[in-house]
T-cell receptor, first 110, second 114 residues
Framework: RKEVEQDPGPFNVPEGATVAFNCTYS??????FFWYRQDCRKEPKLLMS???SGNEDGRFTAQLNRASQYISLLIRDSKLSDSATYLC???????????FGTGTLLAVQP | EAQVTQNPRYLITVTGKKLTVTCSQN?????MSWYRQDPGLGLRQIYY???????DKGDVPEGYKVSRKEKRNFPLILESPSPNQTSLYFC?????????????FGPGTRLTVL
């Protein structure tokens, strides 16, 4: 079983739609959580950290449920420029090593 | 501009021919690491370094070596590349070991071993 699991998609949504991605992690000792965005053939970039209380950054909302070991990302009012792969990340251990999910591909259609 | 650079960006080589992929960061970060990314497997850590002269194995270290003689540089060495090392490689750095330190990635090196 992968340490961080995501639905690979693709999610094909029209512009303006709301889309939600889910992710589960297996290591209950994980302490920090993130969503990274990766455009095709480019490097991953931090989209947002995920806090226990949930957090919002513009059209993006991230939630963490430690009891269920579940992380989510909600994107409202999707834009064409949101098309990318979204990587769920859990970190923990002595070096806070990042464990990446395989990513969920989002394609926003005009 | 704060960044992580890697060279070369693309490389096609043959089995057994030693190669080095360079990585450099200008952010004075202590922690650096190398990942490979393969379809269906995601990003997997190869090696990491917590500071100068301190390196350790990640999840998939076989067939790779690294060194950290200076804080800014963290080269990845393939002594005898094999076709199963064909992959997309990313170097990354972050300030320290704190859970919330953002990790910055280089632009990637696409390696093909024939």
């Amino acid at each position: 079983r992968k340490e961080v699991e995501q639905d690979p998609g693709p999610f094909n949504v029209p512009e303006g739609a709301t889309v939600a991605f889910n992710c589960t992690y297996s290591n209950s000792a994980s302490q920090s959580f993130f969503w990274y965005r990766q455009d095709c053939r480019k490097e991953p970039k931090l989209l947002m950290s995920v806090y226990s209380s949930g957090n919002e950054d513009g059209r993006f909302t991230a939630q963490l449920n430690r009891a269920s070991q579940y992380i989510s990302l909600l994107i409202r009012d999707s834009k064409l420029s949101d098309s990318a792969t979204y990587l769920c990340v859990a970190a923990g251990g002595a070096t806070n090593k990042l464990i990446f999910g395989t990513g969920t591909l989002l394609a926003v259609q005009p | 501009e704060a960044q992580v650079t890697q060279n070369p960006r693309y490389l096609i080589t043959v089995t057994g021919k030693k190669l080095t992929v360079t990585c450099s960061q200008n952010m004075n970060h202590e922690y650096m690491s190398w990942y490979r990314q393969d379809p269906g497997l995601g990003l997997r850590q190869i090696y990491y370094s917590m500071n100068v002269e301190v390196t350790d194995k990640g999840d998939v270290p076989e067939g790779y070596k690294v060194s950290r003689k200076e804080k800014r540089n963290f080269p990845l060495i393939l002594e005898s590349p094999s076709p199963n090392q064909t992959s997309l490689y990313f170097c990354a750095s972050r300030y320290g070991l704190a859970g919330w330190d953002e990790q910055f990635f280089g632009p990637g090196t696409r390696l093909t071993v024939l």
